[in-house]
């Protein structure tokens, strides 16, 4: 079946702008996080839904970073004013129940670059 | 607080085996192990969880010290498909939702 998919692939943005990255997950899939992977580091934690519902944004680096899932599906990654530190890949990932009690199935990633 | 791992890098001959370690300071409910290849999704190869159940893949294996809070992924007769970086994701049993990552090890393995 079809895994978990990400768009856009790659996103160039001048310092400033606003990027809004999508994230569509496994059908029937309840939990859904958002990764921040710097070059050479493993994915941070950003936040974590379960079906609507975001239950930790702890991760965000700042108020400029903005998500949601609003029917429990796609979920969307907004980041405001993007700054040079905000490049990296965001890796999105979901799962069929809720927490960590099952693997995450991750989806390619989007690789933010700020110019 | 995000888990040390050890070595941060290793180089194997095809055949040879390798094991990687993940140690966290906080009580853990979940270890997770994910291997990424350049350029490439992480993909996952083991769950251990408190209490003693494990899913994964049938050719990797994997031990649990939940006293410690020290994780092991045992790696044998390694063969060049091996070749990557490995992170191993733990969840604390005080969020048990959040799985924070280590800085990984890189394994190359060689003909």
């Known amino acids: 079946g079809a895994g978990v998919s990400q768009s856009p692939r790659y996103k160039v943005a001048k310092r400033g702008q606003d990027v809004a990255l999508r994230c569509d997950p496994i059908?029937?899939?309840?939990?859904l996080f958002w990764y921040q992977q710097a070059l050479g580091q493993g994915p941070e934690f950003l936040t974590y839904f379960q079906n609507e519902a975001q239950l930790d944004k702890s991760g965000l680096p700042s108020d400029r970073f903005f998500a949601e899932r609003p029917e429990g599906s796609v979920s969307t990654l907004k980041i405001q004013r993007t700054q040079q530190e905000d490049s990296a890949v965001y890796l999105c990932a979901s799962s069929p129940s809720q927490g960590s009690r099952n693997e995450q199935y991750f989806g390619p990633g989007t690789r933010l670059t700020v110019t | 607080q995000q888990p040390v791992q050890s070595p941060q890098a290793v180089i194997l001959r095809e055949g040879e085996d390798a094991v990687i370690n993940c140690s966290s300071s906080k009580a853990l409910y979940s270890v997770h192990w994910y291997r990424q290849k350049h350029g490439e999704a992480p993909v996952f190869l083991m769950i251990l969880l408190k209490g003693g159940e494990q899913k994964g893949h049938e050719k990797i294996s994997a031990s649990f010290n939940e006293k410690k809070q020290q994780s092991s992924l045992y790696l044998t007769a390694s063969q060049l498909s091996y070749s990557g970086t490995y992170f191993c994701?733990?969840?604390?049993?005080?969020?048990?939702?959040?799985?924070?990552f280590g800085p990984g090890t890189s394994l190359s393995v060689i003909p």
């Open positions: 059908s029937g899939h309840v939990s």
């Open positions: 994701g733990t969840a604390s049993q005080t969020s048990y939702d959040k799985v924070i």
